[in-house]
């Protein structure tokens, strides 16, 4: 139905009030008798146009400044053009094809706007998404450098943030590791708490504990981690690689398989399940950052434990070399570029730095044991030109000759110790000859 309301632009159609504003340029109207709109010439249009608001033929006039003979002229020639036999018939029409094309303008522009909200509102999204995903990497690497070696719960917190992100409802992180053997297998860094019965409530309790290795692989990893590559199954229930699971075990609808890599070494699996409508190679593209961080944190571990078990070997076979030195009868000194005392054994210290232990000498130079030395030799200024030397020029010397102030005769090896073009220091060797007296 529709109204038209005197002096107003308010037509209400189909119970719904619409603001209208009808002019010369809106007066394009579909024919009943004709395939094509009717299209009025200008004044025509403006005598529809203000009947259509209303107006009657005086004000028609009187708006228009002609007669209302004329006015009444116009008013035939348009209802020949509509073929219609009454002006309310045109009128009628006319508001109603204006009030149609208003409202799928109002349409188009309507779905331009939803169009527009939502592209705005998935970049909102994305954008939200990409920054959450950047604090939870921020917080895995704040993480590491805080707890340490304790990976298992920088891991725990970027699992819990990934399960977030993806919607997953449970998942885990794994170490690739090879037995002895030389087969493979996965190390639990850590896993969502899936339990669903007692007895699987322990076992989870144990696995937090003390790890577990994940020694069977016929299953969805196994193909992550043969493959080094991103593997997908939104049909794992009848995936033949799924290898089965224990009874009472969460159904898995939906997998997504992550290598971790550090270059072309495969350091470990990212394993989520049971996201709402599948995983996809947009979130796989969106995850490689997180999956980057993992494969750095764990190369860091490892390198960490390899550090700390080189330092702990060398320790050990110093301790042990120490040992052995500190039993010779022969003395034993070894003094950094530095010139400041790195070891001494007791018979180097006996002979050459009388009351002085081992620890007493460690750290000190050689310009505060030079008194030390002197005491002990015949001649200790040409000893020392000799030592100097020895030092500037040569990189090793075997049975220099030193005589003792009590008439003793010593002979001394020398040794430059380098680590590649660094030097590190100078060993000496000190033993007794059996003769007493210097030729």
Not at 199 to 213: D, M, Q, T
Request: aromatic content about 8%.
């Amino acid at each position: 139905m529709n109204t038209s309301f005197e002096g107003s632009d308010i037509v209400a159609y189909n119970g719904v009030l619409i603001i209208l504003k009808l002019s010369a340029s809106d007066m394009s109207f579909e024919s009943e008798s004709e395939d094509k709109g009717v299209q009025l010439p200008a004044r025509e249009a403006e005598v529809l146009g203000l009947a259509a608001k209303g107006f009657t033929d005086k004000q028609i006039s009187l708006e228009l400044g002609i007669s209302r003979d004329t006015v009444g002229t116009y008013w035939r020639r348009i209802l020949l053009r509509f073929g219609a036999s009454s002006r309310t018939q045109v009128v009628a029409r006319a508001t109603e094809d204006s009030v149609m094309a208003k409202v799928e303008d109002i349409h188009r522009e309507n779905e331009r706007l939803m169009d527009e909200i939502h592209r705005r509102s998935e970049a909102q999204a994305r954008e939200l998404a990409h920054r959450n995903l950047l604090a939870a990497i921020q917080g895995a690497l704040l993480n590491y450098v805080s707890e340490g070696p304790d990976i298992s719960k920088v891991f725990g917190g970027l699992l819990s943030e990934l399960l977030s992100l993806t919607q997953s409802e449970f998942g885990f992180i794994g170490e690739l590791s090879v037995d002895e053997n030389g087969n493979k297998f996965l190390k639990n860094i850590c896993a969502s708490d899936i339990s669903w019965d007692e007895e699987s409530k322990e076992l989870y309790r144990k696995v937090v504990a003390e790890g577990f290795e994940f020694k069977n692989l016929e299953n969805l990893f196994r193909a992550v981690v043969e493959s080094k590559t991103v593997v997908i199954s939104n049909d794992s229930e009848a995936d033949t690689l799924r290898g089965g699971a224990p009874e009472g075990h969460p159904t898995i609808t939906a997998f997504l398989g992550l290598p971790v890599l550090q270059g072309n070494e495969m350091l470990g699996v990212i394993g989520i399940a049971n996201r709402p409508g599948g995983y996809s190679e947009n979130i796989v593209r969106w995850l490689e950052p997180l999956t980057i961080t993992c494969g750095t944190i764990i190369a860091g571990v490892r390198a960490d434990e390899q550090r700390r078990r080189t330092e702990r070997e060398a320790t050990e076979t110093l301790a042990q070399l120490r040992t052995l030195l500190n039993g010779l009868y022969s003395g034993v000194v070894f003094v950094d570029a530095e010139r400041q005392v790195q070891f001494a054994n007791a018979a180097f210290c006996n002979e050459f730095l009388p009351g002085l232990t081992p620890a007493e000498a460690l750290g000190r130079s050689t310009a505060e044991l030079a008194d030390c030395f002197a005491n002990v030799v015949a001649d200790p200024v040409k000893e020392r030109e000799r030592a100097e030397h020895i030092i500037a020029h040569e990189e090793s010397v075997k049975d220099d000759q030193v005589l003792m102030a009590d008439g003793r005769l010593f002979v001394r090896d020398f040794l430059k110790v380098r680590s590649g073009d660094e030097l590190l220091g100078h060993l000496w060797y000190f033993r007794q000859m059996i003769s007493t007296a210097a030729k």
